[in-house]
């Protein structure tokens, strides 16, 4: 076998072997949204608990945080207080409001979360699902920042703990709503 | 005893299989519907499509596929919905455009280039090898020739 023949092989199984790799670390978390940057779909449904009917459209001219989670979610636990964390820091700020988006939930089963771990802002229920796959969702918690012009600036798969918390606050947050305190 | 038996048995044979039930009454919708959710990956599951996955949310977007059939969407049309919110990823088969082109072609230009290599391997081996010479080979002598005819006759 010639050197030139010897080095083809190995190139091509060097590569194939570099693709394997890549496909055994495969997780939807690193697949990159396609929905940044455009609209975000609208929705209506029932607030998880008054029933009344909660819309996109009532968040309009708002940066909202919009927060997948359900009751049966562990790592929507573990974030649980970052989200009441987060809240309560921007919850002054006119053009901030936040949402609780309830998915594949028993809505008696939300509302005992809702008790048990607290809540300070309102929740609308996903009745059949198809609220999460508007907005692309896999499974939860996935968080989406949506600003004034009803864009989607931002999605975050998993738990807001750590570093995408303080990204979120930080780099997200506090610049749109710096933007909309300058512009308004 | 037996006539009941048989009756019975004849009876049962004769209703329709919960199989051919379901075919019977499996609607153009329904046959849609299948034929679309089969191309759309189950973003849980990942390597099953969302018509064979048990996952829930398979289920939710089989009901948004159905939903849209029935509201007279074409096939590309609901691909097209699904691709918007999930991106590539979400079809089975990865779109023969772009950089997925690799994924279709790939395989074959693999098996070219071992084809090619192969090739030329074998044709320099061949090139290298050295023909046998006539001029070495020593004739069968008598003893062993009627050996081996009497090892052929032979019986097992």
């Known amino acids: 076998m010639t050197r030139g023949t010897q080095l083809t ?11 394997f790799i890549q496909g055994l670390g495969g997780d939807p978390r690193s697949i990159p949204t396609v929905l940044i940057g455009t609209q975000a779909p609208n929705f209506v449904g029932p607030d998880v608990e008054s029933g009344d009917p909660i819309s996109l459209s009532q968040f309009q001219g708002k940066v909202l945080v919009l927060n997948f989670w359900a009751s049966w979610c562990q790592e929507c636990k573990v974030e649980h207080s970052n989200l009441l964390k987060l809240h309560d820091r921007f ?12 998915y594949q939930d028993q809505v008696k089963e939300a509302q005992a979360y809702l008790k048990v771990f607290g809540s300070s802002f309102r929740h609308v229920r996903d009745v059949k699902g198809a609220l999460a796959i508007d907005f692309g969702v896999y499974g939860v918690p996935e968080t989406f920042v949506i600003d004034q012009q009803g864009v989607i600036r931002h ?30 | ?20 039930a379901a075919m019977v009454d499996e609607t153009e919708i329904d046959i849609q519907t299948r034929e679309i959710a089969k191309t759309l990956r189950c973003t849980v599951c990942q390597t ?3 018509w064979e996955s048990g996952a829930p949310l398979a ?74 010479s006539t001029e070495d080979l020593t004739p069968l002598d008598e003893e062993s020739r009627r050996r081996i005819e009497r090892e052929l006759h032979s019986g097992p």
């Open chain 2, 48 to 50: 099953e499509n969302i």
């Open chain 2, 1 to 20: 005893m037996r006539i009941p038996f048989l009756a019975v048995l004849i009876f049962l044979l004769a209703l329709p299989s919960p199989g051919q």
């Open chain 2, 59 to 132: 289920h939710q977007m089989r009901d948004v596929v159905r939903e849209r059939v029935t509201q007279g969407q074409s096939a590309e049309e609901i691909r097209a919905y699904f691709l918007s919110r999930y991106g590539d990823y979400i079809l089975m088969e990865p779109p023969k455009r772009g950089m997925h082109w690799w994924v279709w072609l790939g395989p074959f230009a693999l098996l070219l280039i071992g084809g090619f290599l192969l090739y030329r391997e074998l044709g320099r081996w061949v090139a290298h090898t050295p023909a046998p």
């Open chain 1, 91 to 102: 919850k002054d700020h006119p053009n901030f409001d936040m949402l609780g988006v309830n």
């Open chain 1, 9 to 19: 092989i190995g190139v091509i199984l060097f590569g194939l072997l570099i693709l």
């Open chain 1, 155 to 184: 999605k975050w798969i998993g738990p807001i703990v750590g570093d995408p918390y303080t990204y979120l606050t930080e780099k997200i947050l506090t610049p749109l709503l710096n933007q909309t305190t300058a512009s308004t």
